[in-house]
């Protein structure tokens, strides 16, 4: 649908005609397809529809005072972030380029970005030693960003670098711990074929003394504090505004099932993981405490790379996913996933308790597969999502105790460009999350998961940041989106101008904003976590709802062209200047 917004005048859209404190009217009028929206602007006030009886009707519409044109387009601004390059902070604990970063920033900047998110690896800051936290060089390139005028969102990683999609460099977790996991490999996550993965420590270990007297989940709260300690200042400025706490591989709440280390190919169905022998021993005590002694962890599941229709396991209409044995397997399993999110997000809550910040966390989208009956990917990666079954509200709620938001990736994809092999539903996954996210009342943000620069992408991003597209109070709309990721590529053109046309986009055709509290995102102290409902109860919660209504394309698209068009504007006046 072309917008009347996007076709008016850009100098009216981006408020620069209008005074502020004067008033404008605004008529919204619902048109025969169901979410879709269309604007007249005339000056006087803002009108809105009210329920009528038939969707042919006339709506009526109420009149009510408002500021300005900007502030109420302001409730439909999405804030974007961009991630800067993995190795930014080298192996040596050291700022790369510095010279070319500071040059990328200041082009960032320009382009009216919000701010960056930069992964803080474990593996860099603690390598030398137990509690031996190296900070300085992140300190030199916080203070950098600080310059600039931009936002910071911090990872804490506690992952490996190397391995997952787009990894273009390696980072291994602190020597010292792989040391320990040289003598005890259990401490890693282990496929039934006994083949560890190194990537991130085992759930399993979380509080298990292991590591020189400290448990897992004591060195990621030791961390998180020292790094709060250290960037204090940043914290206490607002430069830090975001504290993504890393929960797996990728930094991601799952299971490290599809990892290109173990020979995993798109779109191979995955692995379990959760043969190693704590993992192992937690289950045979769940089964005999329930008097199911025989029942045993999956040997029929498949390989990385076997499709579901090739295994017992998860086979359509009689697999084992289908039968009570695993039935209780899946529901244990995604249960430990969800109990090592719970925990540590209640230590992060702890340690920035009363900072003026938000934490948050990633979940995997994991699309393919996503239209088969067992889901198979997403069970392997611990998400127990089934057409008959909801496997995120779940770590919504979860999320939602803690107070930390939902970040979900694949907001670019579409289903039309995924091989009809892997019978992808990357459209309706998201839908599924963030409707999950919405209804639960928590914060939810996203992030593309492959690099794009073409204008489909960007319209696919646009559209799932505000499904509703615009609206009076601005809802439904994400928290914020983070772009992956900042490149020479990406500053190049026709792809920077196209990028700055999506950053006007997600801004609602608005200038930066340095205000946040003008678009509702005004940062409060972090408050304790609610303990008010129990794990368990969460995951009684699984009968499937249909997502939010969801609008066919963006009302505020990009078109075709449009970022050259505008390439050729600059480059004009500029001369001409």
Same mark, same amino acid.
């Given at each position: 649908?072309?917008?009347?917004?996007?076709?008016? @005048?850009?100098?009216?859209?981006?408020?620069?005609?209008?005074?502020?404190?004067?008033?404008?009217?605004?008529?919204?009028?619902?048109?025969?397809?169901?979410?879709?929206?269309?604007?007249?602007?005339?000056?006087?006030?803002?009108?809105?529809?009210?329920?009528?009886?038939?969707?042919?009707?006339?709506?009526?519409?109420? /009149?009510?005072?408002?500021?300005?044109?900007?502030?109420?387009?302001?409730?439909?601004?999405?804030?974007?972030?961009?991630?800067?390059?993995?190795?930014?902070?080298?192996?040596?604990?050291?700022?790369?380029?510095?010279?070319?970063?500071?040059?990328?920033?200041?082009?960032?900047?320009?382009?009216? $970005?919000?701010?960056?998110?930069?992964?803080?690896?474990?593996?860099?800051?603690?390598?030398?030693?137990?509690?031996?936290?190296?900070?300085?060089?992140?300190? %030199?390139?916080?203070?950098?960003?600080?310059?600039?005028?931009?936002?910071?969102?911090?990872?804490?990683?506690?992952?490996?670098?190397?391995? @997952?999609?787009?990894?273009? $460099?390696?980072?291994?977790?602190?020597?010292?711990?792989?040391?320990?996991?040289?003598?005890?490999?259990?401490?890693? #996550?282990? %496929?039934?074929?006994?083949?560890?993965?190194?990537?991130?420590?085992?759930?399993?270990?979380?509080?298990?003394?292991?590591?020189?007297?400290?448990?897992?989940?004591?060195?990621?709260?030791?961390?998180?504090? *020292?790094?709060?300690?250290?960037?204090?200042?940043?914290?206490? *400025?607002?430069?830090?505004?975001?504290?993504?706490?890393?929960?797996?591989?990728?930094?991601?709440?799952?299971?490290?099932?599809?990892?290109?280390?173990?020979?995993?190919?798109?779109?191979?169905?995955?692995?379990?993981?959760?043969?190693?022998?704590?993992? !192992?021993?937690?289950? /045979?005590?769940?089964?005999?405490?329930?008097?199911?002694?025989?029942?045993?962890?999956?040997?029929?599941?498949?390989?990385?790379?076997?499709?579901?229709?090739?295994?017992?396991?998860?086979?359509?209409?009689?697999?084992?996913?289908?039968?009570?044995?695993?039935?209780?397997?899946?529901?244990? #399993?995604?249960?430990?996933?969800?109990?090592?999110?719970?925990?540590?997000?209640?230590?992060?809550?702890?340690?920035?308790?009363?900072?003026?910040?938000?934490?948050?966390?990633?979940?995997?989208?994991?699309?393919?597969? #996503?239209?088969?009956?067992?889901?198979?990917?997403?069970?392997?990666?611990?998400? #127990?999502?089934?057409?008959?079954?909801?496997?995120?509200?779940?770590?919504?709620?979860?999320?939602?105790?803690?107070?930390?938001?939902?970040?979900?990736?694949?907001?670019?994809?579409?289903?039309?460009?995924?091989?009809?092999?892997?019978?992808?539903?990357?459209? /309706?996954?998201?839908?599924? $999350?963030?409707?999950?996210?919405?209804?639960?009342?928590?914060?939810?943000?996203?992030?593309?998961?492959?690099?794009?620069?073409?204008? %489909?992408?960007?319209?696919?991003?646009?559209?799932?940041?505000?499904? %509703?597209?615009?609206?009076?109070?601005?809802?439904?709309?994400?928290?914020?989106?983070?772009?992956?990721?900042?490149?020479?590529?990406?500053? !190049?053109?026709?792809?920077?101008?196209?990028?700055?046309?999506?950053?006007?986009?997600?801004?609602?055709?608005?200038?930066?904003? *340095?205000?946040?509290?003008?678009?509702?995102?005004?940062?409060?102290?972090?408050?304790?976590?609610?303990?008010?409902?129990?794990?368990?109860?969460?995951?009684?919660?699984?009968?499937?709802?249909?997502?939010?209504?969801?609008?066919?394309?963006?009302?505020?698209?990009?078109?075709?062209?449009?970022?050259?068009?505008?390439?050729?504007?600059?480059?004009?006046?500029?001369?001409?200047?």
């Amino acid at each position: 649908m072309t917008s009347v917004l996007g076709m008016m @005048n850009p100098n009216l859209i981006n408020g620069r005609n209008l005074h502020k404190g004067s008033s404008i009217f605004v008529k919204v009028e619902e048109i025969k397809k169901r979410g879709q929206w269309r604007f007249s602007i005339k000056e006087k006030s803002l009108r809105t529809p009210q329920a009528t009886a038939s969707s042919t009707t006339e709506p009526k519409a109420t /009149e009510f005072s408002t500021t300005t044109y900007e502030d109420k387009m302001l409730t439909n601004y999405v804030p974007v972030y961009v991630m800067l390059q993995l190795g930014v902070i080298t192996n040596d604990n050291v700022l790369e380029n510095e010279e070319n970063l500071k040059r990328q920033l200041k082009k960032l900047k320009q382009s009216q $970005v919000d701010g960056v998110m930069v992964d803080v690896w474990w593996g860099i800051v603690e390598s030398k030693g137990p509690k031996q936290y190296q900070w300085s060089a992140y300190r %030199n390139l916080f203070a950098i960003v600080q310059s600039f005028g931009l936002k910071l969102q911090a990872i804490m990683s506690f992952h490996r670098c190397g391995g @997952n999609i787009g990894d273009d $460099v390696n980072i291994p977790i602190p020597k010292w711990v792989l040391e320990i996991g040289d003598s005890n490999p259990d401490i890693f #996550y282990t %496929n039934k074929s006994g083949n560890r993965n190194k990537e991130c420590l085992s759930l399993s270990v979380d509080n298990l003394s292991l590591f020189r007297g400290r448990t897992a989940v004591e060195i990621y709260r030791d961390y998180m504090t *020292s790094f709060k300690e250290n960037m204090e200042d940043f914290i206490s *400025s607002g430069v830090i505004i975001d504290i993504e706490v890393g929960l797996g591989p990728a930094g991601e709440l799952r299971y490290p099932s599809y990892s290109e280390t173990q020979g995993w190919v798109f779109p191979g169905i995955g692995e379990f993981q959760c043969y190693d022998k704590y993992l !192992r021993s937690d289950y /045979e005590e769940e089964v005999r405490r329930i008097g199911h002694p025989e029942w045993k962890l999956p040997e029929n599941a498949g390989e990385y790379n076997n499709v579901p229709e090739e295994t017992e396991f998860f086979e359509y209409s009689n697999g084992t996913y289908l039968k009570e044995d695993g039935k209780f397997f899946l529901s244990w #399993y995604s249960k430990k996933l969800l109990l090592h999110g719970d925990q540590i997000l209640d230590e992060a809550n702890k340690v920035f308790l009363g900072c003026k910040l938000k934490i948050a966390a990633k979940v995997s989208g994991i699309h393919w597969w #996503y239209k088969t009956e067992s889901h198979a990917a997403e069970l392997t990666a611990g998400y #127990y999502n089934l057409k008959t079954r909801d496997g995120y509200r779940a770590i919504a709620k979860m999320m939602g105790r803690h107070h930390a938001i939902l970040n979900f990736t694949c907001l670019e994809m579409r289903n039309t460009e995924q091989p009809a092999k892997a019978k992808s539903g990357p459209q /309706e996954l998201v839908q599924q $999350v963030l409707s999950s996210g919405w209804r639960e009342g928590i914060e939810v943000a996203g992030e593309n998961a492959l690099p794009r620069f073409d204008r %489909n992408g960007y319209n696919q991003i646009i559209l799932n940041a505000r499904p %509703n597209g615009i609206n009076q109070d601005g809802k439904p709309r994400m928290f914020g989106f983070t772009y992956l990721r900042l490149s020479d590529k990406l500053l !190049r053109e026709p792809n920077f101008s196209r990028f700055k046309m999506f950053l006007k986009r997600m801004h609602a055709n608005q200038e930066y904003c *340095s205000e946040p509290e003008r678009y509702n995102h005004e940062l409060f102290p972090l408050e304790r976590s609610r303990n008010d409902e129990s794990l368990e109860k969460f995951m009684e919660e699984t009968e499937p709802v249909d997502p939010i209504p969801w609008l066919e394309e963006t009302d505020m698209s990009i078109r075709p062209f449009e970022g050259v068009l505008s390439l050729l504007q600059s480059t004009f006046l500029r001369k001409k200047s």
